[in-house]
């Protein structure tokens, strides 16, 4: 460059606010050294210490010191039989001759220094040794201490880096220009350079081409702005001409400003990035000290690292990656706004860490005394338990329950802990002695005897005496002087002894007394002496002492886990549509009812039916004068939700029924609908119950865009509902208790306040824990759940719409592992009046015995509907409903219909009675079937050493084969063992030999069951 053109390109740079400006070495400094002085600018040398030319006097005069490239380019072939020198580089031997070079270098730059240079740049800094650099420089500063050195380590590897380290550089240069706005290496390389010095940013590369737009030079600028202590730029970066025309010095005189001004650009502060390499905005903060956790200010760009497309700002992304930190709305740099970045674009704000939310004013004697009154013994995590013990666990009556829980303390006590339960009706806790476990676990088991409400907690103390005797015995096996120990124990003897009631009295002043009288060894005997000890466990004041909160167990009858359900409309036992059925027709039923293996008649609603706005047949909106309407259009003139129907008889017939249904062997379920038809004499009674529209209508029932006429719902929050009508559905459920039905199906149950079904069944209980309610709730999940929490003894379930061997699988394992096996009593219906299951209505006879085997082995509670037997599926065209449906007909019935299935129900519910593994959804195992359309599963009933094996085919249509896996491994059998078989269905019995076993299911015989145990030796 001409002299004209480099003393223009001085003030140029003064003029756009640069400190210092480079030259290619120290010799070019001279002639602009006058002009630079003027403009207060720093003139930086350009300097490779490890390179000199190949006529150097030095390389001439000491050629053994140097690695000779000739040609011109390192690693260029030459013609070894030319004498001629040419043109090359010498390379300095730094490590073979430091001592030469150091003295050699320093006095160069010493000379250099003494005129018109003020610092330099290092090329290559990595091929000289450090020590040979911390001689140089430090020989070079105590020439010229305000003579700046920069290290240019771009594209330097990490360990490159690192060997820079306490060499006296002051600023390193940085590979930003290389960057691609995306990658995590730039803030690794800013973290490793700082471990040699502040970087400075370098915003453009020889050989690189210039970005042509100014957004691209613009978000260069405020990348070095972010992660330098300052920039170094080369002239063409401003120089270069524009896409669009824009002048570009106005932009670098900003950066410069910011530069010298901005105290955080100057600190050598700590640099993150906040967001992956993938995220659709780049976000990096520079902090304004080196340690981010003491930072309180900082600079964060946002990037948009997508060169091509716009990137919108998404603030709750922005606000999770900077945490704490808030971020002005003004950029630092440069006129930008919007929540849209443009491509490559670079925005840089000033931000600030939010202040702590910090804690009222405090009293700290006041605080130090209450908190040493904390109990310093943790009782937690306590199974089972509900929601942390808000609600029951629920069990069966004659199970044991395992109570476990963490039990820890601070130091190293000795701990004691027992179990405390009783009966609700109970005052007196009993004791259990908890045992320790692993891992500070503890635990004890509780029986429950009685049906009901139980309570337990965990109480937890200081074993002082235990302690003692834990730490004496180790100290005399290990020879220690224990004659002080002897004493503390006897100490604590006397005053237990001084406390101690007579029973425990007598043998505590016998070891007070005999211990006047013995040896030291005996002594310690005495001390450590089973009875002693357990006297003492007696007498112990338990200090520190415990309780945690108490939690409830509710203790069900047999039947809230194991029962099986039958379902029928008594207006349909009856073999003449136009006859109305009685409960004398349910009576001659039970016969045939009982012999199918039911125990559970569940009875749909029998109470008076409303006439106004009855539903005709198959939901017709207008009734024919013969048809009997919904039985859930509850209450006529003939009464409401404590009558009978009329045509189905009298209340003793009731009583009469349900008293057969017992001595066949059955409970009476009834279906408790909390809806009346508009004829309920509850309007006219009690109208502050209900929800009144504006012009003085009743408000029918809806499930928009659904509206059911001939229905209409109490408002349990009306103006007259607390407590009134509270009550009356209280009373309600009690006076059909009263008249022998011990279990009560509600209906839609998530459509009513969760309060009162709370109370309602807690109260209800209180008077006769026999009492048991299911949920009939097809509604989500966590609500399903929620109402089992509660307190319904069992519930419906999605077990309908779960058909293959992937959904059934998952949803059995929900709901037999806690938390939801402790609250949540799965009842499998494999059809509902209101459910004809598309399975079904597609899978003919095979499909019924595939779902009956499924829904009587995997849950102790299963259920049909009547029907079901003879496999009725016909349904309404695209609908889950029954075409015909009995909910709005009287339906007669064959019951010796050909191709029902009324023998093999029989045959799976007395395998349930007589199988206890098959009497709970739990003990559940799945095992391998190796076809997907086989479910191959074992249940497994405490206490029995037996396993239930059932393989069931999920088609319908045709013929599955598969290998599969018997549980060996259960008994600790190798692979080629042999397990003894019988077959639950034909009663033969054989042996499997081998882990692998093969299997034919057919339509007609969808399902095997067997059991099997270890086979006995020969």
């Not at 670079?346 to 904390?374: C, F, I, S, T």
């Not at 199974?383 to 004659?398: E, M, Q, S, Y």
Request: charged share 20%; with cysteine; aromatic share 10%.
């Amino acid at each position: 460059m001409p002299a004209e053109q480099r003393s223009a390109a001085v003030e140029h740079a003064a003029v756009l606010g640069f400190s210092h400006v480079a030259v290619d070495d120290p010799a070019a400094a001279a002639p602009l050294a006058e002009k630079a002085d003027a403009l207060t600018l720093g003139m930086v040398a350009n300097l490779d210490l490890s390179q000199v030319a190949l006529d150097h006097p030095m390389v001439l005069a000491h050629p053994n010191w140097f690695a000779v490239r000739r040609g011109g380019a390192e690693g260029k072939t030459v013609d070894p039989r030319r004498r001629d020198r040419g043109e090359g580089l010498a390379l300095v031997r730094f490590y073979e001759n430091p001592d030469h070079f150091v003295g050699w270098w320093s006095e160069i730059l010493a000379s250099a220094l003494a005129g018109h240079v003020r610092g330099f740049r290092f090329r290559n800094p990595q091929r000289a040794p450090g020590a040979a650099w911390r001689d140089i420089l430090a020989r070079a500063r105590a020439k010229a201490p305000e003579a700046i050195f920069i290290a240019d380590t771009t594209g330097l590897t990490r360990g490159d880096l690192a060997q820079l380290a306490g060499c006296g550089f002051d600023f390193c240069l940085s590979s930003l220009p290389w960057w691609d706005l995306r990658s995590s290496w730039l803030v690794e390389e800013y973290e490793a350079a700082m471990r040699v010095a502040p970087p400075l940013a370098l915003v453009e590369a020889e050989g690189k081409l210039v970005p042509a737009t100014c957004q691209a030079r613009r978000a260069r600028l405020a990348l070095a702005a972010l992660t330098g202590t300052g920039l170094m730029m080369p002239s063409r970066f401003m120089d270069a001409p524009l896409e669009d025309g824009h002048q570009f010095d106005s932009d670098i005189r900003i950066v410069n400003a910011l530069v010298a001004s901005e105290a955080i650009v100057a600190a050598p502060g700590a640099l993150r990035s906040l967001s992956g390499p993938g995220a659709p905005i780049n976000i990096l903060l520079r902090a304004d000290t080196a340690d981010m956790r003491a930072a309180r200010h900082g600079l964060v760009a946002l990037i948009n690292p997508d060169l091509h497309a716009a990137a919108t700002l998404d603030q709750d992304m922005v606000d999770a990656a900077l945490g704490e930190w808030n971020v002005s709305a003004a950029p630092v740099l440069f006129d930008a706004a919007g929540d849209r970045l443009a491509p490559g674009e670079v925005r840089l704000l000033h931000a600030e860490r939010r202040k702590p939310a910090r804690a009222a004013a405090q009293a700290p004697q006041r605080d130090a005394e209450a908190a040493a009154a904390q109990p310093r013994i943790v009782i937690a995590n306590i199974t089972p338990a509900v929601d942390g013990g808000v609600f029951a666990v629920k069990r069966i009556v004659g199970e044991t329950v395992t109570v476990e829980a963490d039990i820890f303390t601070d130091g190293h006590p000795l701990i004691a802990a027992e179990l405390l339960f009783r009966a609700e009706d109970e005052d007196a806790w009993q004791r259990v002695a908890m045992h320790p476990l692993v891992n500070d676990r503890w635990t004890a088991v509780l029986p429950l005897r009685r049906v009901g409400r139980h309570r337990f907690a965990i109480e937890a103390w200081l074993d002082q005496y235990g302690g003692f005797v834990r730490d004496l015995t180790k100290k005399r096996d290990a020879g220690r002087d224990i004659a002080l120990d002897l004493q503390e124990g006897a100490a604590a003897i006397d005053l237990a002894a001084t406390h101690a009631n007579g029973t425990l009295h007598t043998p505590l002043a016998a070891v007070k007394t005999a211990f006047a009288t013995l040896n030291e060894s005996d002594r310690a005997v005495i001390l450590l002496a089973p009875e002693t000890v357990e006297a003492m466990r007696h007498a112990d004041a338990r200090a520190f002492r415990v309780q945690s909160e108490v939690h409830a167990i509710e203790s069900d009858r047999p039947s809230a886990r194991f029962a099986s359900w039958y379902e029928l409309f008594p207006r349909s036992q009856t073999d003449d549509a136009a006859r109305h059925g009685t409960f004398a027709g349910v009576v001659a039923r039970l016969p045939a009812i009982q012999a199918m293996g039911f125990d559970v008649l569940y009875l749909p609603p029998i109470h008076p039916i409303g006439k106004k706005n009855r539903k005709g047949r198959n939901n017709a909106l207008t009734a024919a004068p013969d048809d009997p309407g919904s039985v859930y259009a509850i209450g006529s003139e003939a009464g409401g939700h404590d009558a009978v129907h009329p045509q189905l008889g009298t209340l003793d017939d009731f009583r009469a029924l349900v008293s057969a249904a017992r001595a066949h062997g059955m409970q009476v379920a009834l279906d408790f609908a909390v809806q009346c038809s508009p004829d309920h004499p509850w309007l006219a009674q009690h109208p502050g119950w209900f929800d009144w529209r504006a012009d003085g209508s009743i408000k029918y029932a809806e499930n928009p865009p659904k509206l059911y006429e001939d229905i209409v719902n109490v408002d349990f929050y009306a103006g007259d509902a607390v407590p009134g009508l509270w009550l009356a559905l209280r009373d309600i459920v009690l006076y059909w208790a009263e008249q022998g039905v011990r279990i009560f199906r509600v209906d839609n149950p998530h459509t009513k306040p969760f309060a009162f079904w709370q109370w309602l069944i807690a109260d209800v209980r209180a008077a006769d824990p026999d009492i048991l309610f299911l949920a009939e709730a097809f509604t989500r999940p966590k609500i399903m759940y929620h109402l089992a929490k509660l307190g319904f003894s069992q519930s419906y379930t999605y077990f309908t719409w779960r058909n293959t061997k992937d959904e059934l699988t998952e949803y059995l394992r929900e709901l037999t592992v806690p938390p939801v096996s402790d609250f949540f009593r799965p009842l499998f219906f494999a059809n509902t009046p209101d459910i004809n299951p598309v399975f079904l209505q597609q899978s003919g006879r095979a499909g019924f015995l595939i779902r009956a085997a499924l829904a009587a082995t995997l849950s102790g509670l299963w259920g049909i509907y009547s029907g079901f037997e003879l496999c009725e599926a016909a349904a309404l065209p695209g609908r889950e409903e029954y075409l015909d449906s009995e909910k709005y007909a009287i339906k007669p019935r064959d019951w010796n219909a050909p191709g029902n299935i009324i023998a093999e129900i029989a045959q799976l519910n007395a395998l349930r009675k007589s199988e206890p593994a098959l009497q709970t959804h739990l003990g559940l195992t799945f095992y391998n079937a190796f076809n997907p359309n086989i479910l191959y599963f074992a249940k497994h009933a405490p206490g029995d050493s037996s396993r239930i094996l059932v393989a069931i085919s999920l088609d319908s249509h045709a013929a599955q084969d598969a290998d599969f896996e018997i549980p060996l491994w259960e008994w600790g059998i190798a692979d080629n063992g042999a397990l003894a078989v019988e077959d639950l269905l034909s009663g033969a019995r054989f042996v499997w030999q081998g882990k692998i076993q093969h299997i034919h299911l057919a339509p007609d015989a969808p399902y095997r069951i067997w059991r099997i145990s270890p086979a006995a030796e020969t």
